[in-house]
């Protein structure tokens, strides 16, 4: 056995000695027994036995929770995190993590509480991303109450990025939309104006053409002349049914700069269908002849008679008129 691992057990068992009581000793002390439980923990965190480590931290917790010690109940259960995020699960960090922040908001440290919020969503981001997005959305409102708009926005920033990785456009939106609630709050208008091509983005994503123009009239007063410029394109290029141009504008370098995200998720975009133009008829080779009605030959040919009839009536009238024009100029003569 290790020096540490014997130095463990020896703080494990004054810890125990702490909480006994006796004739003279009525209540435990609690306070004495945890500080006992954190270093024993420290001691098994040295000598590699993380699991016994989070099990004296966790203990540590619970003892300095029942001395009203919230501060240092929160932060035993912070390094019980920090010392298993390899062996626990996901689910039981995302709860460990959720108490160590009421914890500290308890004890009045918001910002503590956020912050460890923030640590676990980092831990269990790319095993479970859903879980994740909770815990920055958590750490976003508790930013909030705390008056810390920067802060909080930085947190509400990163779930709407999973969001959109993950393809669950409305919630984007709707986390977007609270980003931008953020920044307007802080005074960060320049923020403002990237978010709204973003939104806009997740819009056509969605497919939702007209949202992503009301959502241009709605946040476009505070976009800069590159945003401007990048979104009058696009929208009009989806409004007329350009395809060339929309992919155009969905390359441009500006979106290519902004976050990985939504840059893939331009690429990823469907395209207007294209208005094609109609296609000219085409003669085929060795076709059958047209059919012809045997009644419109018919028709034709009484047409012809009827026109001859008027031609030699025509001309008889004509004649007629010359002979009476000299007989008339005779009787003048």
Known sequence: MSAKLHEAQEHCKSAEKFLKTSLLKWKPDFDSAA???????????????????????????????????????????????????????????????????????????????????????????ENSPDLAVKLYQQAADVSSSESSQHQGSEYISKASRILVKLQRYD?????????????????????????????????????DAVA??????????NCEVPEIQTLEQLLQAYDEEDRDSAKKALSSPFIRSMDVEYARLASTIPLPEGLEPVPKASVRENAAPSYVSQNAAYMEQGDNAEGKSQDTSFSTSAVDNTEQKNDDEDELC
């Open 171 to 207: 919630e984007a939106v709707d986390s977007l939309r609270h980003e931008i609630g953020f920044h307007q709050e802080s005074g960060n208008i320049n923020a403002v104006g990237r978010l709204t091509v973003a939104i806009v983005l997740v819009q056509l994503a969605r497919g």
């Open 35 to 125: 500080d006992e439980y954190s270093q024993a923990a420290q001691c098994f965190r040295i000598a590699r036995d993380l699991k016994s480590s989070k099990e004296c931290y966790l203990k540590a917790s619970e003892l300095y929770k029942k001395n009203r010690s919230f501060f240092h109940a929160g932060k035993a259960i912070e390094n019980a995190i920090i010392v298993s995020k390899e062996l626990t699960p996901p689910e039981e960090l995302y709860s460990l993590g959720c108490e160590s922040s009421s914890l500290y908001q308890q004890h009045g440290s918001g910002d503590s509480g956020a912050n460890i919020l923030d640590k676990v969503a980092k831990i269990i981001e």
């Open 212 to 221: 992503a123009e009301k959502a241009y009239k709605e946040w476009g007063n």
